[in-house]
């Protein structure tokens, strides 16, 4: 059922928080929660992100408030910036609430290499990290692995990096969930799935994928920035990337599946791409376990571009400063599926939290997080868009409360990539950054021109809408130095 939304549709919360009244629609089963400004909240409505919220409300088990975040767009199914939580006695898992790309997120690597040091030298790091990590739609790693190699990578994730010398025990411990989610089971993945992870451990991808350099441009904690390792005027390392082709081919296959199956369970939705089974389904626990399979799968392929980036710092820094050494802030999934108890209604609750283009925001004392983050809460990596300012927020008590624990995951599109390519030209882009001093190493010119900052929001802004709402703190700002895109 389709009514359209207009601006007075909206209740005001307070400046930053806005809702849709359960009663919007007769088929809504939750009201819908949106944190934004006006500015923002009006720009949204100009696609079907807003429509997508209020579609996900109407999923059987949805608990709580459907939330979404201030970089909000239009998605598959789910408005990308999008987080629900479903029942685990009654509620579904969704495929597009989770997204195509598994456990797309970013992995936030500190040095104590000062910009005077670096300045000189980031041309050559762009083009050493672009040679180290490759990049591409479907390109291929040296990191070649046997089938048998494949299922230990989809079931430890991270910690398989960590058996064969690719990481540390801090990487791990500074990494959600520790890197590896439990659960996993690799045989509940396709053929093509399989065949398609086999080749790309240690790549980046291509779209919205990148390695970023940047410096610690500002610091707003000095106290928390300390605890995270974060020292004005060094460099830093951000890594975007996620379980490329095998988590997409997961997503495909059980959208597919689902499709079939959907009949059997009596579900009604008002959108297809809302796809769905009940978490206590066959279907859906075999969904589950090869998400969270993927999902590993991410965690390993993050480690071990930072392990590849190590070495090209290693290549351009050593004999010119003594220490070169990339030490790892934390690591966060974008777009995930995870069971976590939370206070619904004012009682705990065990539940599936979908989380699409949505960060895990977990506050202070969170038995989630590792010894020396548990007084500051769990770091938050926020990217912005080549040529603008990328941040690092602290997680807090309030999202616990307001958004089961999450928060914005970047700056949130407001054109799309084809017409991104239309309106912008790669290489005047290109020209551009680096007369901004900001060096760019591209697969392509169209692909550079489909991910400009034109094309994203002013994530400052968004920023300040989840500060100013609660749902973090502001710890530093990161400003880029050097890009890599596939």
Not at 268 to 293: F, H, K, T, W
Not at 418 to 446: F, N, T, V, W
């Amino acid at each position: 059922m389709l009514i359209l939304i207009e601006f007075n549709d909206f209740q005001k919360i307070t400046p930053y928080e806005w809702e849709i009244d359960q009663n919007f629609r007769d088929d809504m089963r939750v009201p819908v929660r949106i944190f934004a400004s006006q500015d923002l909240l009006q720009a949204a409505m100009g696609d079907n992100s807003v429509e997508q919220a209020i579609n996900v409300t109407t999923l059987p088990g949805v608990v709580g408030s459907v939330v979404v975040m201030p970089d909000m767009h239009q998605g598959y199914g789910f408005p990308i910036g999008g987080v629900a939580a479903t029942s685990l006695v009654d509620g579904v898992i969704s495929p597009g609430g989770i997204g195509y790309d598994i456990n797309c997120g970013v992995r936030l690597l500190a040095t104590r290499i000062p910009f005077e040091v670096a300045e000189p030298h980031l041309k050559n790091l762009a083009i050493s990290l672009y040679q180290h990590c490759p990049s591409g739609v479907g390109v291929s790693s040296s990191n070649k692995l046997s089938r048998k190699e494949l299922t230990e990578v989809c079931e430890l994730g991270s910690q398989w990096a960590l058996k064969k010398g690719y990481a540390t025990e801090m990487s791990i411990r500074r990494t959600e969930d520790s890197g590896r989610l439990s659960g996993a089971d690799p045989e509940k993945m396709s053929e093509r799935a399989l065949e398609r992870g086999l080749s790309q451990l240690g790549t980046l991808g291509s779209g919205n994928h990148f390695i970023e350099v940047g410096i610690v441009d500002q610091i707003f904690s000095e106290e928390i920035a300390g605890v995270f390792g974060l020292e004005k005027n060094m460099l830093t390392v951000m890594i975007h990337s996620g379980s490329r082709g095998l988590g997409h081919q997961v997503c495909t296959d059980y959208v597919r599946i689902f499709q079939k199956s959907g009949r059997k369970f009596g579900i009604q939705i008002p959108d297809r791409e809302l796809v769905c089974a009940p978490l206590s389904s066959e279907e859906g626990q075999n969904y589950l376990a090869a998400m969270r399979a993927a999902a590993n799968y991410a965690f390993c392929n993050r480690q071990m571009l930072a392990f590849q980036a190590q070495r090209a710092f290693k290549q351009v820094f050593a004999g010119i400063t003594k220490d070169f050494s990339l030490f790892q802030v934390y690591d966060v999934a974008h777009n995930i599926g995870k069971i976590e108890t939370h206070v619904i209604g004012n009682q705990k609750m065990g539940v599936c939290v979908h989380r699409k283009g949505a960060t895990r925001a977990f506050g202070p004392g969170s038995k989630d997080l590792p010894e020396e983050y548990a007084k500051s809460g769990q770091p938050v990596l926020v990217p912005g868009s080549m040529g603008t300012s990328s941040w690092v927020l602290a997680g807090s008590n309030m999202s616990m409360e307001k958004s089961f624990g999450s928060c914005c995951h970047g700056a949130g599109r407001v054109m799309s990539r084809s017409k991104a390519k239309r309106q912008i030209r790669g290489d005047e882009l290109l020209r551009s950054l680096e007369k901004e001093g900001i060096y760019i190493k591209a697969g392509s010119l169209p692909g550079l021109a489909e991910e400009a900052p034109q094309a994203y929001k002013d994530v400052d802004e968004v920023i300040e809408v989840v500060v100013e709402a609660g749902l973090a703190q502001k710890v530093a700002r990161l400003r880029p130095l050097a890009v890599v895109k596939g």
